[in-house]
């Protein structure tokens, strides 16, 4: 079997200049996510003859942990993240990904109780979860425990529990370390094709040739290819098994990972264009979709999905309208507010159509329309039952968002106000990351003091928890700025490029907080002024670490470190 390099899919420029244009480095790290152990990525097991219950590959050994240890894997992985949290496709949506979160954290935690997390990376991976801008359909795994989810997956899945079930597929790699054993199998040239591919991934964010680059990944991808194929059947038998116990214990049905083997088979059949990656090269076969089906009937469970609740048909139809930002599609997608068939669809259906146009016209800046959709979705999900109660309650809180939203974008603060805070009568707080932000976005629009001031409590709450939201930190380095906090607003900057992998520009921000506080005067927060201190030496420190890990025989660059 000969290794080939994935297919890559073209992307069309991002807003404010929707066009069809791409960045040489965003062609890159497509290259190199559709080479990670992705779903699918690897060949399909054959369900024949195979028992049902789960086999585990042997554990790791003394070479497994010699050639590729945890401390490593978290240094590649983090060297992996700081390029992508750079890259324009990165995309930071907080209602896609509050949604994700909600169907990731419950398989987090599902691992954690049945064994599969244990004290030796409990601490160390972070097991998070991200979005891509790309139309392909594709999910992958990275080393240190990150999963990227392609915008052009969760527009594929029709259920929670499909998208869960490649979820917890790839968080079955992640907890079995199967990149790690990958490596241990081959350390000498599998060590140098890991190093080869992170060294395309960084000269990828310079190149202005998207051929020198992407020759140097596809040389990573070749080095790596013999070593990974003596793994692939019996990784991916174990990821789908292990991925089913998971959704089990999670709460979704395991039905959805037949279904999504089904929707996937059948979709690239009927759309071979590319928009598949992993399955072009390594198909999905009927063996891999029967022993799925298998596993779930010896369980005792049903075999076909549940009926997709209409909080997740609002994401997905998110999912379509931010994966391609280009005006053409957003002209298609605005049209579905105005089909002629609309009266006889069902209730959810006529919200989602209405929900899409209005955020396709908000997107196109055609705010009359957008809020006229938006106002309609509401109205319409208040006369009956589109969903159970929960699944409601979730959805309406994501049409008031989107209402809120187009209210700011407009410029029309006081609008967005009633929207977001109607009264007391409304229901509960909205403790969601988006309506956090939604409320920041408020506050500076605003420019009130009592306004600024909850905001600013409220993200410092917020980001004591959750250092790496650079989202948040950016919105606090704004609110601080405005109420006249300058020393909390540089560090708020630094922080926002520290979680985003720019330690130079987090360097930059922090010593211009030291030079501040020397300068001293009326007002100078002194605690402030220790905390930039003491976060200046650690990001100092680590930007040492990288440097002495660039300079270590067989690095990229030659010792340089990424800035």
Same mark, same amino acid.
């Not at 979005?131 to 969760?154: C, E, I, Q, T, W």
């Not at 039905?255 to 759309?271: E, I």
């Not at 039952?385 to 699944?391: H, K, M, R, Y």
């Given at each position: 079997?000969?290794?080939?390099?994935?297919?890559?899919?073209?992307?069309?420029?991002?807003?404010?200049?929707?066009?069809?244009?791409?960045?040489?480095?965003?062609?890159?790290?497509?290259?190199?996510?559709?080479?990670?152990?992705?779903?699918?990525?690897?060949?399909?097991?054959?369900?024949?003859?195979?028992?049902?219950?789960?086999?585990?590959?042997?554990?790791?050994?003394?070479?497994?942990?010699?050639?590729?240890?945890?401390?490593?894997?978290?240094?590649?992985?983090?060297?992996?993240?700081?390029?992508?949290?750079?890259?324009?496709?990165?995309?930071?949506d907080?209602?896609?990904?509050?949604?994700?979160?909600?169907?990731?954290?419950?398989?987090?935690?599902?691992?954690?109780?049945?064994?599969?997390?244990g004290?030796?990376?409990?601490?160390?991976?972070?097991y998070?979860?991200?979005?891509?801008?790309?139309?392909?359909?594709?999910?992958?795994?990275?080393?240190?425990?990150?999963?990227?989810?392609?915008?052009?997956?969760?527009?594929?899945?029709?259920?929670?529990?499909?998208?869960?079930?490649?979820?917890?597929?790839?968080?079955?790699?992640?907890?079995?370390?199967?990149?790690?054993?990958?490596?241990?199998?081959?350390?000498?040239?599998?060590?140098?094709?890991?190093?080869?591919?992170?060294?395309?991934?960084?000269?990828?964010?310079?190149?202005?040739?998207?051929?020198?680059?992407?020759?140097?990944?596809v040389?990573?991808?070749?080095a790596?290819?013999?070593?990974?194929?003596?793994?692939?059947?019996?990784?991916?038998?174990?990821?789908?098994?292990?991925?089913?116990?998971?959704?089990?214990?999670?709460?979704?049905?395991?039905?959805?990972?037949?279904?999504m083997?089904?929707?996937?088979?059948?979709?690239?059949?009927?759309?071979?264009?590319?928009?598949?990656?992993?399955?072009?090269?390594?198909?999905?076969?009927?063996?891999?979709?029967?022993?799925?089906?298998?596993?779930?009937?010896?369980?005792?469970?049903?075999?076909?999905?549940?009926?997709?609740?209409?909080?997740?048909?609002?994401?997905?139809?998110?999912?379509?309208?931010?994966?391609d930002?280009?005006?053409?599609?957003?002209?298609?997608?605005q049209?579905?507010?105005?089909?002629?068939?609309?009266?006889?669809?069902?209730?959810?259906?006529?919200?989602?159509?209405?929900?899409?146009g209005?955020?396709?016209?908000?997107?196109?800046?055609?705010?009359?329309?957008?809020?006229?959709?938006?106002?309609?979705?509401?109205?319409?999900?208040?006369?009956?039952?589109?969903?159970p109660?929960?699944?409601?309650?979730? %959805?309406?809180? /994501?049409?008031?968002? *989107?209402? $809120?939203?187009?209210? !700011? @974008?407009? &410029?029309? =603060?006081?609008l967005? #106000? +009633?929207?977001?805070?109607?009264?007391?009568?409304?229901?509960?707080?909205? %403790?969601?990351? /988006?309506?956090?932000? *939604?409320? $920041?976005?408020?506050? !500076? @629009?605003? &420019?009130? =003091?009592?306004?600024l #001031? +909850?905001?600013?409590?409220?993200?410092?709450?917020?980001v004591?928890e959750?250092?790496?939201? /650079?989202?948040?930190?950016?919105?606090?380095?704004?609110?601080?700025?405005?109420?006249?906090?300058?020393?909390?607003?540089?560090?708020?900057?630094?922080?926002?490029?520290?979680a985003?992998?720019?330690?130079?520009? /987090?360097?930059?921000?922090?010593?211009?907080?030291?030079?501040?506080?020397?300068?001293?005067?009326?007002?100078?927060?002194?605690?402030?002024?220790?905390?930039?201190?003491?976060?200046?030496?650690?990001?100092?420190?680590?930007?040492?670490?990288?440097?002495?890990?660039?300079?270590?025989?067989?690095?990229?660059?030659?010792?340089?470190?990424?800035?």
């Amino acid at each position: 079997m000969t290794s080939r390099p994935p297919p890559t899919v073209p992307l069309p420029a991002l807003p404010p200049a929707p066009g069809p244009g791409m960045a040489p480095r965003q062609r890159l790290w497509c290259v190199l996510l559709a080479g990670a152990l992705g779903w699918g990525a690897v060949a399909p097991a054959a369900a024949q003859g195979q028992p049902t219950s789960e086999v585990r590959l042997p554990a790791l050994g003394e070479s497994a942990s010699d050639d590729f240890n945890l401390g490593q894997e978290k240094r590649i992985g983090e060297q992996i993240m700081r390029e992508i949290r750079r890259d324009p496709d990165y995309i930071d949506d907080p209602q896609l990904l509050d949604y994700l979160q909600a169907l990731w954290r419950p398989l987090v935690q599902a691992a954690r109780a049945r064994g599969d997390i244990g004290a030796d990376t409990e601490h160390i991976f972070p097991y998070e979860a991200f979005l891509v801008r790309d139309r392909s359909v594709n999910a992958f795994a990275l080393p240190g425990g990150y999963v990227g989810v392609h915008l052009g997956l969760m527009a594929l899945t029709a259920t929670p529990d499909e998208l869960a079930s490649v979820l917890a597929h790839e968080l079955s790699h992640i907890t079995r370390r199967h990149i790690a054993r990958s490596i241990a199998a081959n350390s000498r040239s599998s060590s140098l094709g890991l190093a080869a591919m992170l060294l395309g991934l960084l000269v990828a964010s310079r190149a202005s040739s998207t051929d020198v680059a992407q020759a140097a990944i596809v040389g990573g991808q070749a080095a790596m290819a013999q070593a990974q194929l003596n793994f692939s059947r019996d990784m991916e038998r174990e990821a789908d098994r292990s991925g089913l116990a998971l959704m089990g214990l999670a709460g979704f049905a395991p039905a959805g990972m037949a279904g999504m083997f089904d929707k996937l088979d059948q979709s690239s059949r009927l759309n071979d264009s590319g928009g598949f990656p992993y399955l072009r090269s390594h198909p999905l076969t009927v063996d891999r979709i029967g022993e799925a089906r298998q596993i779930v009937q010896a369980a005792g469970g049903a075999t076909r999905p549940r009926p997709a609740p209409l909080m997740h048909l609002l994401m997905q139809a998110r999912a379509r309208v931010l994966m391609d930002p280009t005006a053409q599609a957003w002209r298609r997608l605005q049209d579905l507010d105005q089909r002629g068939e609309m009266a006889s669809l069902s209730l959810a259906d006529r919200i989602v159509g209405l929900y899409t146009g209005a955020l396709a016209s908000g997107r196109l800046r055609e705010f009359g329309r957008a809020e006229r959709d938006a106002g309609a979705a509401l109205a319409l999900l208040g006369t009956g039952s589109a969903t159970p109660e929960a699944a409601e309650d979730q %959805a309406r809180l /994501a049409l008031v968002h *989107l209402s $809120a939203q187009l209210a !700011l @974008a407009r &410029g029309d =603060a006081a609008l967005a #106000r +009633r929207v977001l805070d109607p009264g007391p009568s409304d229901g509960g707080q909205d %403790a969601s990351r /988006a309506g956090l932000l *939604l409320r $920041a976005e408020l506050a !500076l @629009a605003d &420019g009130s =003091a009592p306004a600024l #001031r +909850r905001s600013g409590e409220a993200l410092q709450t917020w980001v004591a928890e959750r250092r790496e939201d /650079a989202s948040a930190w950016q919105l606090l380095a704004q609110t601080t700025e405005r109420q006249g906090l300058k020393l909390r607003s540089l560090r708020a900057e630094a922080e926002s490029q520290a979680a985003l992998g720019n330690l130079p520009g /987090a360097i930059d921000r922090l010593r211009a907080g030291q030079q501040l506080a020397r300068r001293g005067g009326a007002g100078t927060d002194f605690i402030e002024a220790s905390v930039i201190d003491a976060r200046l030496r650690d990001l100092l420190a680590q930007r040492r670490a990288l440097l002495a890990e660039q300079r270590k025989p067989g690095s990229a660059q030659r010792g340089e470190a990424p800035e």
